[in-house]
């Protein structure tokens, strides 16, 4: 499958996105042609090559007169649908403006039918969304996944008024998706971009196996003294995860140090913490200052999981501090296989390396049901239904 990678590392905008994709090979003059169809008033769009911190990249630019910008969303769809592009182009962007007028609505309180698009409501936001969606059909991307991403900080001035940064919509769009910022003073990612890439992104987090061959820099539209402001662009065929043999993503770990808390307490909040989506919880034996014996309670989640289950620390243990980080993570391939015993049923967790067995575990609570309710040893259920798998898939490793 053809995929894009977003590395966000200076943010994302709508016409970071469109000169990145220029850059990795979108033809221009295509992309135009099928804007053109859009009925919307006199515009000029150009490309030019810049220098950001460095590097070279492609700053796109949407040149027009209009002055007043305030759309509806149902007259932009209209616009999209009406304006007889591929199917796939319409798709892509209208669905990128209904997520952005979903998330309005819910802001302003009003319903969607209401929704008027202010800077995303102008024609170089327009040409900026629909062009990249025309560049994704050009580059032949079927998928896309993205980095986390680098908001900056301060403020912005925007219709509404002075708001903080992220902006309001921006915050919104970007909901559950891993976002921090390097003190950059300056609006990083815009609506336009959360937009874009919330709505086209499968996932989040480090880049997915694939083989890159086109590599695009998409310029943001000013210089930063801090760092190369580019959206980078990788695209490639993505590998499969038996020919990746390991599969990749990022979680997120989260720690507490604890030195007075009833011990009874850890095993009901490590219960809860299961339920509430945490792949792992568990308990290190520490010591603490006025050395006080102590542990270390560490959760591996989703990263899209860290604020609630932090929540859940706060609420479940007496801890005051929560440490959060982000760590790569590689598994193996894994599913479930149901073994036929002559006690009944038992799934066995199968995991797999470029296609072959090296761990299989019958699952406990299962193992557990069949001992208590045939009177018979725990040891051999287990014994039993490794017997009859290794019978019918062979010996591991």
Known sequence: MRTAYFDCFSGISGDMVLGALVDAGANLAQIETHLRRLPVPAWKIFAEKVRRGGLVATRVLVETSEQHHHRSLSTILNMIQQAGLPSRVVERASNIFTRL?????????????????????????????????????????????????????????????????????????????????????????????????????????????????????????????????????????????????????????????????????????????????ALDVFSTPVQMKKNRPGQLVTVLCDPAKSQVLTGLIFRETTTIGVRHSLAGRQTLQRESVPVETPLGSVSVKVSRLNGKILNAVPEYEECRKFAMEHSVPLKEVIGQVMFEFQKNHGVLK
């Open 101 to 277: 007028g979903e998330v309005e609505a819910r802001m302003h309180g009003v319903s969607i039918e209401k929704v008027y698009f202010h800077e995303v409501g102008a024609v170089d936001a327009i040409v900026d969304i629909v062009g990249a969606s025309i560049a994704f059909g050009l580059l032949e991307i079927e998928d896309s996944f993205c980095s986390r991403l680098n908001v900056g900080s301060g403020v912005v001035v925007a219709q509404h008024g002075t708001l903080p940064v992220p902006a309001p919509a921006t915050a919104e769009l970007l909901r559950g998706a891993p976002t921090y910022s390097s003190g950059v003073l300056r609006e990083l990612v815009t609506p336009t971009g959360a937009a874009i890439v919330s709505t086209l992104a499968s996932g989040f987090g480090p880049q997915p196996p694939m083989r890159v061959d086109a590599i695009g820099y998409g310029a943001g539209a000013t210089e930063l003294a801090e760092q190369a402001n580019v959206l980078r662009i990788l695209i490639g065929e993505s590998v499969s995860r038996e020919t990746a043999n390991l599969e990749e993503g990022a979680i997120a770990v989260l720690e507490a140090n604890i030195d007075d808390m009833n011990p009874q307490l850890y095993g009901y909040f490590a219960e809860r913490a299961l339920e509430a989506g």
